[in-house]
């Protein structure tokens, strides 16, 4: 996988299917950053304008300008999408 890789996870505090993101990841020794969504609307505005949903956890993967958003829940999402960047 490239350096150059970029992995964001919002999420929020409870989230069981965010947990098994972080997990997965964490697993996997993949980096990312987390956007706390929690007590945050103006970030869940952000998600509905980027990708019309306001659930987490959403997936930003990508590099650069171009990022592929994962809105879909299961780690099966996320693999598919590293494996195509890979």
């Not at 970030?43 to 306001?54: A, N, P, S, T």
Request: aromatic share 6%; charged share 25%; proline share 1%.
């Amino acid at each position: 996988m490239s350096n150059s890789l970029s992995i964001i996870v919002w999420s929020k505090d409870g989230c069981h299917f965010c947990e098994e993101v972080k997990q997965y990841l964490d697993e996997k020794e993949i980096d990312y950053q987390t956007i706390d969504v929690t007590h945050h609307e103006d970030r869940r505005d952000i998600l509905e304008l980027k990708y019309g949903v306001r659930h987490v956890p959403v997936i930003e993967v990508g590099s650069g300008n171009h990022y592929q958003g994962i809105t879909e829940l299961g780690t099966n999402h996320i693999e598919k999408a590293l494996n195509q960047l890979a």
